[in-house]
């Protein structure tokens, strides 16, 4: 009912703009499609909260298997408390995806019979396996350099923390606890044991996940503190075969998020794409992901939304509200209270979301960030522009806006084709569309030539 109502609002404000033109920008679509997480068979959802040197990470992975096979391996800074730890919502993290999705938008031309010839020309400028039983007291082995420092119970998993001297002792103890992890697992490990990092591993307590009633796993979270903003992925390639699917979410208090030591980009937004794409977005979505990370030669972070989380436009679902964002991490919260008034001011929360797609040879480093100054609001956004069905005599700007309807939905083919690199006559075939011809009698968008305009 929220949402019908932000929409509902929308609309009346878009009619407005229509009818009185003003300097307010505002995007002013109707959301009819979304890319989640949804999309992939295998992914890895990661939340991270930052402000200063304070990390909150919560970790949401796609396993599919026997849980009594699940582990999970992290390197952390410190030996984490049980009162740094918690067992999330994984509705919570789910919202967060789709309140974050690149989204498919439509918009409706108007009657241009209705407009003053200066708009009538429609520039649109969118620019690891089981673990035996934790022992009940830390113990070293110091024959492989390997000292359980803590060991815990929290909601579904049994959970301890190691350090390590060597990274083939850490090695040799994962494989004769249980773990089934590749040979030579060790060149991965030896970075983070350089670093003196603990390890937080992690197993599923099948007992005590039963008496939950879930059929899958929630999501792990863990605070700490620590000057470096990254996030290690390393481990994760030493048993995946290809490429890897990871969505990052980052919030913070100020700016947009990028990576320091990968290429950061902003995927290409905002262009119009023919109307048949509607029934096939999850489709266009990820060959367009794939064309575009292609391009890039698979070494680059995609930012596909960066936003003040108080508010949206168009909206892919709900604000994330105080108590979802708390339980997600966000620590800033009470400090959002003005002592001289008696409510609270909106609390000041950003997110970045990022999406990369990952393995050994194109990213062998764990990934940097920072905070920048950019606060201008992305979104990864398409757009569909359903056309004017009226008739074409009956205004002067009506003949004129149906011959340059004929060269928009070019454009838009034209578009797909560039986006996800589709054979554009079949796109042409799909769109019922045959293909301009310029003023010497080729076709438009040849192999040598492209539109600039």
């Known amino acids: 009912m929220k949402l019908y109502k ?21 995007f002013c ?33 796609d396993y599919k298997g026997e849980l009594e096979k699940f582990a999970l391996v992290v390197p952390v800074p410190t030996v984490l408390t049980k009162q740094q730890i918690h067992i999330g919502d994984s509705k919570v993290f789910d919202h967060l995806d789709v309140y974050t999705a690149p989204r498919l938008v439509e918009y409706f031309d108007p009657d241009p019979c209705l407009l003053q ?81 603990k390890f937080f591993v992690a197993k ?4 005590k996940h039963n ?54 980009a902003k995927l290409p937004t905002g262009m119009e794409i023919p109307e048949y794409v509607k029934g096939e977005f999850g489709s266009f979505y990820k060959s367009m992901f ?19 989380m108080s508010w949206c436009d168009p909206c892919a679902a709900d604000p994330l509200s105080r108590d979802e964002l708390k339980s997600l991490g966000v620590f800033w919260l009470n400090d959002s209270i003005n002592p001289n008034f008696s409510f609270r001011s909106p609390p000041r929360v950003m997110v970045t979301r990022l999406h990369v797609s990952y393995n050994a040879q194109n990213f062998p480093e764990d990934l940097l960030f920072q905070e920048t100054n950019d606060t201008n609001n992305f979104q990864g956004r398409y757009v569909l522009q359903h056309p004017w069905n009226g008739k074409h005599n009956k205004c002067s700007e009506a003949k004129e806006y149906f011959k340059r309807l004929v060269e928009r939905k070019e454009k838009r083919a034209y578009n797909l084709a560039e986006l996800t ?13 045959h293909p301009l011809e310029n003023d010497n009698g080729n076709e438009r968008g040849g192999n040598w030539w492209t539109p600039w305009q």
């Open 204 to 207: 599923v307590n099948l007992k």
């Open 290 to 308: 794939e064309h575009q990370t292609k391009k890039e030669n698979s070494r680059v972070v995609f930012t596909e939304y960066f936003w003040d």
């Open 6 to 26: 932000e929409k509902l609002f929308l609309f009346l404000v878009c009619v407005l703009l229509i009818r009185f033109p003003s300097g307010i920008e505002a």
């Open 117 to 197: 010839p200066k708009r009538s020309k429609y520039k649109y400028d969118l620019q690891m396996e089981s673990l035996p039983p934790i022992p009940q007291s830390p113990k070293s082995q110091k024959p492989l350099g390997v000292k359980i420092e803590a060991s815990y119970t929290i909601g579904e998993y049994d959970i301890v923390i190691l350090s390590a001297e060597y990274s083939d002792g850490l090695e040799t103890w994962l494989l004769q606890n249980g773990y089934k992890i590749p040979a030579g697992a060790s060149s991965a490990l030896k970075p983070y044991i350089k670093q003196k990092m």
């Open 421 to 433: 690199g589709w054979n554009i006559d079949g796109i042409r075939t799909k769109m019922n569309l």
């Open 211 to 264: 008496s939950t009633g879930l059929t899958y796993l929630r999501p792990i979270q863990f605070a700490f503190e620590s000057e470096k903003f990254m996030l290690p992925i390393r481990l994760g390639m030493i048993n995946s075969k290809g490429s890897q699917e990871l969505l990052l979410y980052i919030l913070t208090k100020n700016g947009r998020v990028e990576t320091t030591n990968y290429r950061s």
């Open 29 to 61: 679509g109707f959301y009819v499609a979304k890319a989640d997480a949804s999309l992939y068979n295998k992914v890895s959802r990661v939340v991270m909260i930052r402000d200063a040197n304070r990390t909150v990470i919560g970790m949401m992975n």
